[in-house]
């Protein structure tokens, strides 16, 4: 087998889409999931608050009801289409240009891994074709990294906070920048499977 | 006529955007502190090195990078605190119990083979796992036989390090965290406490060395029956990350050790064949060749 390096400091072709839900979002992330269909065109890297889990339990569950592979990324791992990836406990996960760095800095908004971290990383990394889905949230991890890939020319779709089971994050990333649209789940997963789809090919 | 003298004037044309004019001031500030200091943060993965220079200018109250890099050319001081700020990792004792449980079933009984023992604590940042280990060892009855030294980039976090003296507030956690890992005494009888802060006994820094060392440029100095390496090449990009692994398996002794980070491995690393992982998911290797 030969081994193929992702390339570095070259600005990767397609998008990616960043999730960010707070403790108690498992059930948003499943559903957002289980909306997607199994050639779902890009990389979704997401971010779900939790408590240590070593054992990689929600990995598990994750994946027994996404039509995609989901898995915990390793430092530098290329990050490649039609994968989930779910930030493993404990750390932060960063997007650099075509694979993953861990980092172990002091939590945000008491948070690691951090929403915010893997937004602002996605956004210098892959600037515009950045899709950042804020869903149900406690706190407010994940309104400045909507800030951010907003002002790199991304998108944000936001789950209506009406149907959040907490509705403090998607209210902070609405009220932080102006969003691209504030949608039930079902509608966020039509929505990314639309863009996927009508992505300029030779971007994609 | 008289022409307006306006239009004579040419107009520079920007390149690219915003984005893009500081990742160029973050290249010219990695040359200029690699060539006035000889520190060279080039091979760092330049998310997370940015993200770090962004708090730096933050915190020296400048405005753009560029800023930064005219400060720190004219003033070492501030270049100290931006090495400093750069290369700081939040470290905490006892960190991932599973590894140090490991550490005492299966890494111990090789170490306990050796007369002496010679251990490298690569990036041991300001200690917390350096004195961890020194519990293990001690509490497995073999540290008295063996020497650990722990190395870092920055002199500043060293001096911390050496000191042993950490945060009370910390205790309890690293008390929980020295329980799950299989601590077998009362944690509290490692350390003295005042009001705000804990010392570590002497008799646990005994058998440490802290000497400053540099992963991206510095060489061997002492073949190894163990390495830890935790978390650290987690901040450098796939260049650096080789090269570091190379350092460390010309360290090794043959059928010497390797503990990194749980969620780092030496795939895609030239290495990688001469090492048999040890224990599965725990990341601990041993040098086969």
Redesign the interface.
Known sequence: MT?V??K??ERPSGGLVVVGASLGGFDAVRELLAGLRADFAWPLVLVQHRMSD?DGLLVELLGAESPLSVS?????DPIERGNVYLA?S??HL???RG?F??????PVCHARPSID?LF??AA??Y?ASTIAVVLTGSNRDGAEGARAVKK?GGKVLVQDPKTALSPVLPVAAIENTPVDGVLSIEAIARRLTELSLDWPRERN | MAVPLIEHQAEAVPVGNSRDVEELEVELLLAGMSRRYGYDFTNYARTSLTRRLRRAVKEEGVSTISALQDRVLHDPVAMSRVVESISVHTTNMFRDADVYRAMRTQVVPILKTYPFVRIWHAGCSSGEEVYSLAILLHEEGIYERCRIYATDISDPILERAKRGVFPLRSMREYTTNYQAAGGINDFSSYYATDAENVVFRQSLRRNMIFSQHNLVCDAAFNEFQLILCRNVVIYFDQVLRSRVHELMHASLAKLGLLVLGKRESIRFTRVEPFYQEVVPNLRIYRRMQ
């Open positions: 081994v390096l992702p570095e400091r070593p915990e990324p390793e430092d530098k493993p404990d750390y960063l997007i650099e694979f760095a861990l980092s172990t800095d002091a971290v602002e990383s210098d990394s600037g790199a």
